[in-house]
Nanobody
Framework: QVQLVESGGGLVQPGGSLRLSCAAP????????MAWYRQAPGKQRELVAT???????NYTDSVKGRFTISRDNAKNTAYLQMDSLKPEDTAVYYC????????WGQGTQVTVSS
């Protein structure tokens, strides 16, 4: 059973930064499209950013210019650099890997508050 492992969440003040990591052991990582989702209390899970196997990226409008998704195929790891964080970015962030199969992580809490 493949399990993605997220890390890097925490409490940060508005305007601050966090870097999330998603380790993906046991899969042919270079073949997978990677994505970050988030779910705030009382809301549906939403897609935040994607990076395909070729390195092309896409972002939801609310994070464009503030968040950067990247991947390191040698380390089987994807990242989400989050800058200029806002209180509305508060959510549990989930990593997703999709190719022939789809895998999820357990989620990491990000709280933006003063």
């Amino acid at each position: 059973q493949v399990q993605l492992v997220e890390s890097g969440g925490g409490l940060v003040q508005p305007g601050g930064s966090l870097r999330l990591s998603c380790a993906a052991p046991g899969i042919m990582f270079n073949l997978y499209n990677m994505a970050w989702y988030r779910q705030a209390p009382g809301k549906q899970r939403e897609l935040v950013a994607t990076i395909n196997r070729y390195g092309s990226t896409n972002y939801t409008d609310s994070v464009k210019g503030r968040f950067t998704i990247s991947r390191d195929n040698a380390k089987n790891t994807a990242y989400l650099q989050m800058d200029s964080l806002k209180p509305e970015d508060t959510a549990v962030y989930y990593c997703n890997a999709a190719h022939r199969y789809t895998y999820w992580g357990q989620g990491t809490q990000v709280t933006v508050s003063s």
